[in-house]
């Protein structure tokens, strides 16, 4: 890195605060054995060496630290670029330093595939000190291939043999720290003697539960886009002639959304569980928002702002129902790429189901059009390319049409839209999610200290200050249950959705009315590296409606 700003070369010199228990020496306390959240018949015969291991709290000991062996250590990025994986890798690395100077970290390179190629880097202190406290995955790189064959295993164990390495950290989300937890039970039963240990990573904010509070990376990415989000919002507040539609990332949880909504209060905030739990269709979500425009437009307001979760479509069933179809009609349909648009579009048609035909036939004519153009490499419609903040945009435009010939709206409709998600996942962490990350690796030091396999390194407590964070390790097994996957019935870590009965989605709810008929944005600003800690230090708000009575 030859050219660097001035904030990175003086957020290189920012150290991570540590929990005061992972400064020094530690003791591991074990717990009592565990069990998987659900079926644990299941887990259990699928995991017979790592089932059931006791949770792993660390406390401070004054012992000296019993002289450690020399370990090495390889690690990967997997998935989604989220921040704060730097900073992992260098707790990881200063903690295993601190354990024994000999010890050495590796790198694989591009995710899962490195292990599996063989294609590595050792970190030295100089790469991991130009990488501390910035954003991006770049040290290493990352990828999206799923570790979860024996035959990529057994090439992976080859090069960990030859460089000696005798544990194994992951940095993903739900399904890497799913396959995380396989090898480790495939190590292990086979005798390989590699600890595998994983961490908690996503920005979509999906992989929580009772033993991990937040993925990494969550905080640093709702701060960049709140902070956007904010800006349109005031923007939207000076020349009052905009509606503004706002795609946020998030595969499939409306955790970004939620939080992005609690950080700027703007007029509309689709939370796709909700919109699933109340079986709405997207005419009704349509009419939800154009009646917002209306009540606004009636009172002089003729601007707002709409956040747009990524994953909305597949929440609304009678879409959800529509692409099913589509994805079984189009899989035995194979020389359905050869037709021209037209004939695409008709032959979808008529072969739908009446329902799902006329799904299909509402939506703009764009939409439907992308839906049978493009499917990715397992032949399935793509989602994602859907724009939907377009799509709303168009329909809202539509309705407000018809309401007006009904004399139930009167004003003036004109839409900008946006998407955003890679702006905010290489962003340099907050000091929340660098303190969180840097402690994570540590943690995972720690853990790889004590001789645990098939753990995720847990930080928690996390609404404290960061001194006052515990630290240990969960099973993986604990976080999982069985899901059908290609249909077959599989192990997995629980993903987390939005709960619309815990406090967070409660508290929005309680708001968003006024929000809706009122103009009532916050403007949160950029994220900020220096200063009094109640501006730099704060975790997201979700956990602290989680974990205050605030
Ligand atoms: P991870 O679950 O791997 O962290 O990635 C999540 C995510 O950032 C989603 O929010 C988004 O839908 C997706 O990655 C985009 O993937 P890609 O980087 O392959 O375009």
């Given at each position: 890195?030859?050219?660097?700003?001035?904030?990175?070369?003086?957020?290189?010199?920012?150290?991570?605060?540590?929990?005061?228990?992972?400064?020094?020496?530690?003791?591991?306390?074990?717990?009592?054995?565990?069990?998987?959240?659900?079926?644990?018949?299941?887990?259990?015969?699928?995991?017979?060496?790592?089932?059931?291991?006791?949770?792993?709290?660390?406390?401070?000991?004054?012992?000296?630290?019993?002289?450690?062996?020399?370990?090495?250590?390889?690690?990967?990025?997997?998935?989604?670029?989220?921040?704060?994986?730097?900073?992992?890798?260098?707790?990881?690395?200063?903690?295993?330093?601190?354990?024994?100077?000999?010890?050495?970290?590796?790198?694989?390179?591009?995710?899962?595939?490195?292990?599996?190629?063989?294609?590595?880097?050792?970190?030295?202190?100089?790469?991991?000190?130009?990488?501390?406290?910035?954003?991006?995955?770049?040290?290493?790189?990352?990828?999206?291939?799923?570790?979860?064959?024996?035959?990529?295993?057994?090439?992976?164990?080859?090069?960990?043999?030859?460089?000696?390495?005798?544990?194994?950290?992951?940095?993903?989300?739900?399904?890497?720290?799913?396959?995380?937890?396989?090898?480790?039970?495939?190590?292990?039963?086979?005798?390989?003697?590699?600890?595998?240990?994983?961490?908690?990573?996503?920005?979509?904010?999906?992989?929580?539960?009772?033993?991990?509070?937040?993925?990494?990376?969550?905080?640093?990415?709702?701060?960049?886009?709140?902070?956007?989000?904010?800006?349109?919002?005031?923007?939207?507040?000076?020349?009052?002639?905009?509606?503004?539609?706002?795609?946020?990332?998030?595969?499939?949880?409306?955790?970004?959304?939620?939080?992005?909504?609690?950080?700027?209060?703007?007029?509309?905030?689709?939370?796709?569980?909700?919109?699933?739990?109340?079986?709405m269709t997207l005419n009704d979500l349509v009419n939800d928002i154009a009646q917002?425009?209306?009540?606004?437009?009636?009172?002089?307001?003729?601007?707002?702002?709409?956040?747009?979760?990524?994953?909305?479509?597949?929440?609304?069933?009678?879409?959800?129902?529509?692409?099913?179809?589509?994805?079984?009609?189009?899989?035995?349909?194979?020389?359905?790429?050869?037709?021209?648009?037209?004939?695409?579009?008709?032959?979808?048609?008529?072969?739908?189901?009446?329902?799902?035909?006329?799904?299909?036939?509402?939506?703009?004519?764009?939409?439907?059009?992308?839906?049978?153009?493009?499917?990715?490499?397992?032949?399935?419609?793509?989602?994602?390319?859907?724009?939907?903040?377009?799509?709303?945009?168009?329909?809202?435009?539509?309705?407000?049409?018809?309401?007006?010939?009904?004399?139930?709206?009167?004003?003036?409709?004109?839409?900008?839209?946006?998407?955003?998600?890679?702006?905010?996942?290489?962003?340099?962490?907050?000091?929340?999610?660098?303190?969180?990350?840097?402690?994570?690796?540590?943690?995972?030091?720690?853990?790889?200290?004590?001789?645990?396999?098939?753990?995720?390194?847990?930080?928690?407590?996390?609404?404290?200050?960061?001194?006052?964070?515990?630290?240990?390790?969960?099973?993986?097994?604990?976080?999982?249950?069985?899901?059908?996957?290609?249909?077959?019935?599989?192990?997995?870590?629980?993903?987390?959705?939005?709960?619309?009965?815990?406090?967070?989605?409660?508290?929005?709810?309680?708001?968003?009315?006024?929000?809706?008929?009122?103009?009532?944005?916050?403007y949160p600003g950029p994220i900020q590296y220096f200063g009094?800690?109640?501006?730099?230090?704060?975790?997201?708000?979700?956990?602290?409606?989680?974990?205050?009575?605030?």
């Open positions: 890195m030859a050219n660097k700003s001035v904030l990175q070369q003086l957020r290189a010199d920012y150290q991570p605060k540590l929990p005061e228990v992972l400064r020094g020496p530690v003791r591991a306390v074990m717990g009592t054995p565990t069990e998987s959240v659900a079926d644990q018949d299941d887990i259990k015969r699928i995991f017979p060496c790592t089932y059931g291991q006791p949770q792993i709290t660390f406390e401070k000991t004054d012992a000296p630290a019993a002289p450690s062996p020399v370990t090495n250590v390889g690690v990967i990025l997997s998935g989604g670029q989220a921040p704060g994986g730097h900073n992992v890798i260098s707790g990881l690395f200063d903690g295993l330093k601190a354990m024994n100077p000999a010890n050495k970290l590796y790198g694989f390179l591009m995710g899962p595939d490195g292990l599996v190629n063989h294609e590595y880097k050792e970190l030295t202190a100089d790469i991991i000190d130009e990488y501390r406290n910035t954003g991006g995955f770049d040290i290493i790189g990352s990828g999206r291939t799923k570790l979860d064959k024996v035959e990529q295993f057994e090439k992976g164990r080859i090069i960990l043999e030859q460089l000696n390495i005798s544990a194994l950290v992951i940095i993903g989300g739900d399904d890497s720290n799913t396959n995380a937890a396989i090898l480790a039970e495939y190590y292990k039963a086979n005798n390989v003697p590699v600890q595998v240990i994983g961490c908690p990573k996503t920005i979509d904010g999906d992989l929580k539960n009772e033993f991990i509070e937040t993925s990494f990376g969550f905080d640093t990415a709702t701060k960049v886009y709140a902070e956007v989000i904010g800006n349109i919002e005031r923007d939207c507040n000076s020349a009052k002639k905009y509606w503004h539609f706002i795609k946020l990332m998030g595969r499939s949880a409306s955790h970004i959304t939620l939080e992005c909504g609690l950080q700027t209060q703007p007029n509309v905030c689709i939370i796709s569980e909700e919109v699933e739990a109340k079986n917002v425009v209306a009540d606004r437009a009636a009172r002089g307001m003729n601007y707002g702002t709409v956040l747009v979760p990524e994953g909305l479509i597949e929440f609304i069933p009678a879409f959800r129902k529509l692409i099913n179809e589509m994805n079984l009609m189009l899989a035995n349909h194979t020389t359905f790429g050869q037709l021209y648009a037209d004939e695409r579009r008709e032959y979808v048609i008529s072969h739908l189901s009446n329902d799902s035909a006329l799904v299909f036939m509402r939506l703009p004519l764009s939409v439907s059009r992308q839906l049978t153009l493009d499917r990715d490499s397992h032949g399935n419609v793509q989602l994602s390319l859907v724009e939907t903040e377009k799509m709303l945009a168009e329909m809202v435009r539509k309705r407000l049409i018809e309401m007006k010939m009904d004399g139930k709206y009167n004003g003036k409709f004109a839409a900008q839209t946006h998407f955003f998600g890679y702006e905010g996942r290489c962003a340099a962490p907050s000091n929340f999610d660098a303190d969180y990350c840097y402690a994570l690796g540590y943690n995972a030091a720690h853990l790889v200290g004590c001789g645990a396999t098939g753990y995720m390194s847990s930080v928690r407590g996390l609404t404290k200050p960061s001194t006052e964070w515990v630290a240990g390790g969960f099973p993986i097994t604990m976080m999982m249950n069985m899901e059908v996957r290609n249909a077959e019935k599989k192990p997995v870590i629980k993903k987390a959705l939005v709960d619309l009965e815990a406090r967070p989605f409660k508290a929005f709810a309680a708001m968003r009315d006024k929000w809706a008929h009122d103009t009532c944005y916050i009094p800690a109640e501006v730099c230090d704060q975790p997201p708000r979700t956990l602290y409606y989680e974990q205050t009575q605030e």
